[in-house]
T-cell receptor, first 111, second 113 residues
């Protein structure tokens, strides 16, 4: 399968713990995006990379959130000191130009 | 990016055409219309996009009105697996375009046997 992959698919953590998610984009896609989706809502944009450069961040991305794409290939999204409000589906997408292709998402539950 | 308006829900009989409308009355000349769908608990799936001409691919057809203020996504022979939330998104495209997709609440399409 050459689509966008995300790991893990599910994560349960206790409030206050740190979590890290990984996204592997479609090969040769230079653009990578993170979105968050809560129940009953459409996905909301978090951040965007072109190659290894983080070009845009949403106001949703508080200082507890950090994303990296060190070699311009895979990306990680870390949430520090998780809160119950962080419970959501975290989606990654990639593109070579305009059309974004999404991964299956990582579902996070903070207890 | 321009705002879109979609009905919250629609029903369709299996085997019949599903026609999903979208209003985007403030669309600009350089904005494309994109359609994605999201089956329960999965990531959004790209369906089709267009600028002003009608488009067709193996999944669906996109009909854009001449004034570009509205469009219709057509699934010609809906199956139970087409049950999903369908999102209509308007955005600028190209090398210097903005990055994000702005999702609304979409239309929940239910295909009934």
């Amino acid at each position: 399968d050459t689509g966008v992959s995300q790991d893990p698919r599910h994560k349960i953590t206790k409030r206050g713990q740190n979590v890290t998610f990984r996204c592997d984009p479609i090969s040769e896609h230079n653009r990578l995006y993170w979105y968050r989706q809560t129940l009953g809502q459409g996905p909301e944009f978090l951040t965007y990379f072109q190659n290894e450069a983080q070009l845009e961040k949403s106001r949703l991305l508080s200082d507890r959130f950090s994303a990296e794409r060190p070699k311009g290939s895979f990306s990680t999204l870390e949430i520090q000191r998780t809160e119950q409000g962080d419970s959501a589906m975290y989606l990654c997408a990639s593109s070579s130009r305009d059309t974004q292709y999404f991964g299956p998402g990582t579902r996070l539950l903070v207890l | 990016d321009a705002k879109t308006t979609q009905p919250p829900s629609m029903d369709c009989a299996e085997g019949r055409a599903a026609n999903l409308p979208c209003n985007h009355s403030t669309i600009s000349g350089n904005e494309y219309v994109y359609w994605y769908r999201q089956i329960h608990s999965q990531g959004p799936q790209y369906i089709i996009h267009g600028l002003k001409n009608n488009e067709t691919n193996e999944m669906a057809s996109l009909i854009i009105t001449e004034d570009r203020k509205s469009s219709t996504l057509i699934l010609p022979h809906a199956t139970l697996r087409d049950t999903a939330v369908y999102y209509c998104i308007v955005r600028v495209a190209g090398e210097t375009s903005g990055s994000r997709l702005t999702f609304g609440e979409g239309t929940q399409l239910t295909v009934n046997p």
